[in-house]
């Protein structure tokens, strides 16, 4: 079982930038698949980011390299996503979701868990 609770979105100007976080927590100490969604009003729910907890393994799609970067902290069993030049298509509801590390790193991959989501908005 794992649980996840988002915070830190909020509003941005394009170019700006935002840190989103998911802390998560889960009935033993295996590694999971971490990663984060989104989902603009209209459009399908699409994963932006993934990492291993545990390790430094990590994915993103094409559109937020360079500009997003996924990361962790095993500590405080949190990850971050963190969003630099900002456009305003990346607005849009982001989701945490957590899941096996088996294809964590394509397309493939399949969560089992989802936290509520934060908002991301950002103006032009």
């Known amino acids: 079982q794992v649980q996840l609770v988002e915070s830190g979105g909020g509003s941005v100007q394009a170019g700006g930038s935002l840190r989103v976080s998911c802390v998560y927590s889960?009935?033993?100490?295996?590694?999971?698949?971490v990663s984060w969604f989104r989902q603009a009003p209209g459009k399908e729910r699409e994963r932006v980011a993934s990492i291993y907890t545990g390790g430094w393994g990590t994915y993103y799609i094409d559109s937020v390299k360079g500009r997003f970067t996924i990361s962790q902290d095993n500590a405080e069993k949190t990850v971050y996503l963190e969003m630099n030049n900002l456009k305003p298509e990346d607005a849009a509801m982001y989701y945490c979701?957590?899941?096996?590390?088996?294809?964590?790193?394509?397309?493939?991959?399949?969560?089992?868990?989802w936290g509520q989501g934060t908002q991301v908005t950002v103006s032009s």
């Open positions: 979701a957590a899941g096996p590390l088996f294809r964590c790193s394509t397309t493939a991959w399949v969560p089992g868990y």
């Open positions: 889960t009935d033993s100490d295996r590694s999971v698949c």
